[in-house]
């Protein structure tokens, strides 16, 4: 049976950009390994022999002509936009300190 | 005006198009409706009265140029909140996307304005659609219109407690391990999981886009016809969307029967875990089924017993790479912003803030079945479970043309009983997740109410993928049946409000 430790889930949060705290994360630790236990059940039935699906159907790639056509607004985009300026998403900033 | 909110869909429009009412009239009598009994249930989290009366009169301003109207023309709806509404709300029932205001109609809301239907508002749901019972919503649960105490199921209880309270005639669902039926059997009412890539996802706020599916919920089964025929059919938007035509499905509702039709019953959805009331119910379904002129015959579906296991892999696994959009940056919730902190920490302290327990449970979930040195073991494993329940289903539709079940293993159970116990509430959808995970077409409709709780049962119908019109010509029969045993529609033995 596998185990998840508190340090892996810190790691997994670190991973999914969630600012978790410290008695969530104690919670959700023992909450994922119990759902990580039930649901390795999947291997039992699993060989080696059986195809994978990803799918329900059958995915192509759907082509357009590429020609002009009418979108969204630069308002329209935006108007969602915590922040905006200069008809531009303004994002906090990326680079760090050093 | 109270009759009014009582008619089904198909009277409602039948009666618009007659000139025995207006539709500002019904639009006026499920506004007042959700005005009286919506601080009880709280099916909706926006209620559009405006729009919706602007489109009523848009409605009645064409029958009076003698304009032809659509079979479901002035008919009010409600709308699941995980549809984007063109500058009315859409939060997916998360603080996330408090007061987003879309730019754009998804294909499902422009088709529902083509077609005349009149969208009352937006629906309460658990929160991004993951949830069985409607109380992940972060603006607080629903309550099941039979018992309020009770949740109505989920994640789209709101839709289905707002038919089941005759706050609209029809709502819309979406179907992602159960969304729509679960509900529909929690609740006494119909609803429908059409074949995955029948009904456009392009707009619908996307959890698990190999399994999510939009779909009509209803009080009856031809209202859920008229509704699926109006929402359905190929959308070049939407790259899943299937190119072929739209099975009868209003005929097929219309002309009802399951004279000689072989009905398998599946022999893994019962035994531990199913209340006794549920099983009686689905013993006299099937039963019914055998008096109207159907063969019955046991069928064994043995990996749907893996089928929670396997979803419960590639649903957080799709939803971990989907919610990833929820970055603070370009629409949504913004936490930190400050000067103080870079865009990641602002990402990160955002979606603590903005995603609920749920939520955050499936992401993590999610991010671990796809990590480096797991992915096979239980990602790869879980699609492989997928292939073998979609051969079940082959082979169990080479011997039969519908197969049945309970809808779930419980009538509703109380708000706040399993709200900590994430695989207790998991278990609500097991007889729902198969025909997510092979993509098929599935129906639950009412079967009556459980000896020990008085709560309504579900009788689910499942059919191969693109024979959707099966599920309702069976589910019309059944209906048929019920209402000349019972005399009245079962919503009629729900208590007032």
Redesign the interface.
Known sequence: MPG?TRE??AH??R??????GAE?LDH?AA??D???G??????????DD????????P????M?PDVVRPG?TPE??L?????AEEQR?R??????EE | MTETIRWTAAETASAIADGKVTAVEVAQAHLDRIEAVDAKVHAYLHVDADGALAAARAVDDARARGDRLGPLAGVPLALKDVFTTKGVPTTCGSRMLEGWRPPYDATVTRRLKDAGVVILGKTNMDEFAMGSSTENSAYGPTGNPWDTTKVPGGSGGGSAAAIASFQAPLAIGTDTGGSIRQPAALTGTVGVKPTYGGVSRYGLVAFSSSLDQGGPCARTVLDAALLHEAIAGHDPLDSTSIDAPVPNVVEAARSGSVRGLRVGVVKEFAGEGYQAGVLARFAEAVELLRELGAEIVEISCPNFTYAMPAYYLIAPSEASSNLARFDAMRYGLRVGDDGEHSAEEVMSLTREAGFGAEVKRRIMLGTYALSSGYYDAYYGQAQKVRTLITRDFEAAFGQVDVLVSPTTPTTAFPIGERADDPMAMYLADLCTIPSNLAGNAAMSLPCGLADEDGLPVGLQIIAPAMADDRLYRVGAAVEAGYLARWGAPLLDRAPAL
């Open positions: 998840i892996e889930v997994l949060a991973l999914s950009r969630l600012e978790l969530e959700l909450q994922l119990d759902i990580i039930a649901v390795a059940r999947v291997a039992e039935v699993a060989a059986i195809p994978p699906t990803s799918h329900p159907l995915l192509t790639n759907v357009r969204l329209e985009a108007s969602g936009a915590p922040a998403f994002v906090p900033r990326i680079l760090g």
